[in-house]
């Protein structure tokens, strides 16, 4: 059975970095998708990065340049790196996998979630 567990988040000021983790437990890494998601309140979730087995990476246009996905294989371990964190950057942040083999950054295109974290970012 596959797991996500997240960790990582809290309170940043603008203009600061912020790293979150997810923790992966039964998922195959030979073929693969991974994925963070955000959801701010009052608006739909949203797809940020994701990667692939092949190290392919996608990013949502907002986070371009500042926000890095990569995964920890020692470690079964995705991260997301953000620098800098801005305003608009607030949101409940979710981790996600997938059994398909490609990326796409669509929520249902994803088996398993993790149990989000919060991100608030102050002046």
């Known amino acids: 059975q596959v797991q996500l567990a997240q960790s990582g988040g809290g309170s940043v000021q603008a203009g600061e970095s912020l790293t979150l983790s997810c923790l992966a437990s039964?998922?195959?890494?030979?073929?693969?998708?991974m994925g963070w998601f955000r959801q701010a309140p009052g608006k739909e979730r949203e797809g940020v990065a994701s990667?692939?087995?092949?190290?392919?990476?996608l990013y949502v246009d907002s986070v371009k340049g500042r926000f890095t996905i990569s995964i920890d294989y020692t470690r079964n371990t995705l991260y997301l790196h953000m620098d800098p964190v801005t305003h608009e950057d607030a949101a409940m942040y979710y981790c996600?996998?997938?059994?398909?083999?490609?990326?796409?950054?669509?929520?249902?295109?994803?088996?398993?979630w993790g149990q989000g974290t919060q991100v608030t970012v102050s002046e």
């Open positions: 996600a996998a997938s059994n398909d083999l490609w990326c796409v950054m669509r929520a249902n295109w994803y088996n398993y």
């Open positions: 039964g998922y195959k890494y030979d073929q693969f998708c």
């Open positions: 990667i692939d087995s092949a190290g392919r990476a």
